[in-house]
């Protein structure tokens, strides 16, 4: 194929989202960063692009709908497809709420961008990833998704109880598999990946995995083969409990 493999990862101007964008570049794809701050958007683009990458900006926050189909409608000037969609934005507002006090206004907030992000990027550019030859989606989830990890007491994640991010990226794979199953006989391949615990800005750095190491189960499902497998959630180790 002579074209150039084309992706976008959301969330993209720090942390994961950056070492994705980075690497996928490295590997010869045209790169869209997807950040909701224009200055730090740029600045991430500067540095990557500084380093031979083919890596650019587009503007979207994930939790707006004119902004998501803002958004959409660049890429669709800019490029005739879309290979591979990295729902990586992400937040937790709080660590250590108990569920009984958090608000309700907290976990909606959460959800917005959790949940209600995926879906409507999703969406907004199902259009692009179509025309690709074989589209990958991946939703970035977490170990915390894990209901079957959460009640575990053998499990690291046990103690972690927090309502609001628990519970979107456990429903974050739930619209993974939607997805999945409806877009499977055109040839997606929808999966939801658990970076691990990585030294983040979303956990204070506490995290014990590099943002190198959290790419690879993301990278790994980007750029699935066509046996690859989908509706599935997977962590460095393989499929994991949902």
Do not use: C
């Not at 958090?102 to 959460?110: H, P, S, Y």
């Amino acid at each position: 194929m002579s074209e150039r493999l084309t992706a976008l990862v959301t969330g993209a101007n720090k942390g994961i989202g950056t070492e994705v964008v980075r690497r996928l570049a490295a590997d010869g794809y045209t790169v869209w960063l997807g950040s909701r701050d224009r200055a730090r958007g740029e600045a991430a683009v500067a540095a990557l692009k500084g380093a031979g990458l083919d890596v650019r900006l587009l503007e979207i926050d994930v939790a707006d709908d004119a902004s998501v189909t803002k958004a959409a409608q660049r890429l669709a000037q800019e490029t005739g497809r879309l290979d591979v969609l990295v729902n990586n934005a992400g937040i937790a507002l709080s660590l250590s709420t108990p569920p009984s006090t958090e608000a309700v206004a907290q976990v909606k907030a959460v959800y917005e961008v959790n949940v209600f992000g995926p879906v409507r990027v999703t969406q907004a550019f199902l259009p692009l990833l179509k025309v690709a030859p074989a589209p990958r989606i991946v939703m970035v989830s977490s170990g915390l998704a894990s209901l079957t990890r959460l009640v575990d007491p053998a499990s690291e994640f046990y103690a972690i109880n927090l309502l609001s991010y628990n519970s979107s990226k456990t429903a974050l794979n739930a619209v993974t598999v939607s997805f999945a199953k409806e877009l499977a006989a055109s040839g997606f391949k929808v999966n939801a990946a658990d970076p691990g615990y990585t030294a983040t800005d979303l956990n204070g750095h506490t995290g014990y995995r590099t943002v190198a190491q959290a790419a690879e189960i993301i990278l790994k499902l980007a750029t699935l083969p066509a046996d690859g497998p989908t509706a599935g959630f997977f962590d460095d180790q393989g499929a994991e409990s949902w």
